[in-house]
C-alpha cells in the first residue's frame, strides 16, 4: 500500500529535504511540497493526501499554523492524518493537536527529519490511524503532571517511564523490547503494572492502548 504525502515547511532547504527524504521511502509518495498554510491547504484539497507532514510555525503569522490545520483537516477531510514538525518541546502543542481526537495525529521534534526510519514510522503509524509523539514532549508532560501531585505517575517505576515513553512512540511490545534491550513478556508485565498504577484500561490492539496512554498524559478527551 503506498501512502500519500504533503510536506508544509517554508524552509525551502528543509522542505526539498524532506520531499527527497520521504519520497525515497517504500509505499510513501510525496504529492506536494508547501511554503504556507493557504498552499497546504489548497494541496489538500486538490490532492486527498493520507497523510499532511507539517512544520507547526509557518507563513503567514509563524505561530501555530500547523495545529490550525490539524484542526481544520479533522472537520473537513478526517481521513487525512496530520504529523507535526517542531523545534520545540511544548506540551501545550500536542495538548492542541489531540483535543478533537488522537487517531491519525502525531508530534515529532525536527530533530528526528534526519532519522529517515524513524520518520517514515511515524508516517505509516499516523496513516494507519495511530498517534506518535516525541519521546522528549513525553518526557515534559510526564514532569509537568509529576509537578501537579499525580499520583499515579509517582507510583511508575523509572523502567515503566521508559515503557510508558516508548509507547507513546507508538511502538509495538516488540519494538519496545528491542529499544530497551528485554524480553517481550517483561514489557507486556511492565504495561500491565502501569496502567493498573494508572488506572487506565488497556486495549488489545496497540493504536488503542497509545491513545490511552496520550489521553492519560495530555488530560484531553480521546
Do not use: W
Not at 487525512?80 to 481526537?101: E, K, M
Not at 509537568?144 to 507510583?155: P, V
Amino acid at each position: 500500500m503506498t501512502y500519500r504525502v504533503v510536506i508544509a515547511e517554508d524552509n525551502a532547504l528543509l522542505r526539498e529535504g524532506m520531499r527527497t527524504l520521504v519520497a525515497a521511502e517504500p509505499g510513501l509518495e510525496v504529492v506536494a511540497a508547501c511554503a504556507d498554510l493557504d498552499a497546504l491547504l489548497a494541496a489538500v484539497a486538490t490532492h486527498d493526501p493520507d497523510v499532511v507532514l507539517t512544520d507547526i510555525r509557518m507563513p503567514p503569522t509563524r505561530t501555530d499554523e500547523g495545529v490550525r490545520a490539524a484542526e481544520r483537516l479533522r472537520r473537513e477531510h478526517p481521513r487525512t492524518a496530520v504529523l507535526l514538525l517542531s523545534q520545540y518541546v511544548d506540551p501545550a502543542y500536542v495538548r492542541s493537536l489531540l483535543r478533537q481526537g488522537t487517531e491519525g495525529r502525531g508530534y515529532l521534534l525536527k530533530e528526528r527529519v534526519a532519522d529517515v526510519e524513524e520518520l517514515a514510522s511515524a508516517i505509516r503509524t499516523v496513516a494507519a490511524g495511530g498517534s506518535v509523539v516525541d519521546p522528549k514532549v513525553v518526557e515534559a508532560m510526564v514532569q509537568t503532571r509529576t509537578r501537579r501531585g499525580d499520583e499515579g505517575l509517582g507510583r511508575l517505576s523509572p523502567r515503566e517511564l521508559e515503557v510508558l515513553a516508548e509507547m507513546a512512540r507508538g511502538r509495538n511490545n516488540a519494538a519496545i523490547a528491542g529499544s530497551l534491550v528485554i524480553s517481550q513478556r517483561a514489557v507486556e508485565k511492565h504495561i500491565n503494572s502501569l496502567f493498573a498504577k494508572l488506572g487506565v484500561t488497556e486495549g488489545e490492539e496497540s493504536h488503542p492502548r497509545v491513545r490511552a496512554v496520550l489521553t492519560y498524559l495530555t488530560g484531553v478527551t480521546a
